[in-house]
């Protein structure tokens, strides 16, 4: 996909209407897992199922040696850092999250992310940036607004 259209998908999450949100949505995670073909997709699906079934290591072998053959493979660097954070690897997860966004500075799920991580760490006021520029892509993110109101009320 190219840039125009990663553009005016953008400005779609900003769009009043559900429907144009809910479709840019879909398009830019497609596009983030399709940046490498068939190959880099076919070795997402199969760290999901190796997850899926409880090889967290295998998961991580297959996605690290992903990411090793293809450093410029943001998706490939946002799926270790949820693995890290669903493996409580909150450090190695904003790690991760830090080097998607370098790649893709529009990657609404590393912010997300991000955010998630610092909050779980008690780290509030990164937290709430990340969570703030995860909206500044996608306002109408219901979950991020009610999770900068609760990091707002851990910090009185």
């Not at 070795?43 to 290591?57: C, E, F, K, P, T």
């Not at 943001?74 to 999250?97: F, M, P």
């Not at 912010?111 to 969570?131: D, R, S, V």
Request: with cysteine; aromatic share 8%.
């Amino acid at each position: 996909m190219d840039e125009l259209s990663v553009k005016a998908l953008l400005e779609d999450l900003k769009n009043s209407e559900e429907s144009v949100r809910d479709r840019a949505t879909t398009e830019l995670w497609r596009t983030w897992f399709n940046q490498k073909g068939d190959y880099g997709m076919q070795i997402l699906r199969r760290s999901q199922v190796s997850l899926s079934a409880g090889d967290v290591r295998h998961a991580l072998d297959l996605l690290t040696k992903l990411i090793a053959q293809s450093p410029d493979f943001a998706e490939a660097w946002n799926r270790r850092a949820v693995l890290h954070y669903t493996q409580g690897n909150y450090k190695k997860s904003i790690h991760d999250c830090e080097i998607v966004l370098k790649l893709n500075p529009v990657h609404f799920g590393a912010l997300h992310g991000l955010g998630l991580c610092y909050a779980a760490l008690g780290e509030y006021i990164n937290a709430i940036q990340a969570f703030r520029r995860a909206l500044e892509i996608q306002p109408f993110a219901l979950v991020n607004q009610k999770l900068i109101l609760e990091c707002t009320a851990r910090l009185s």
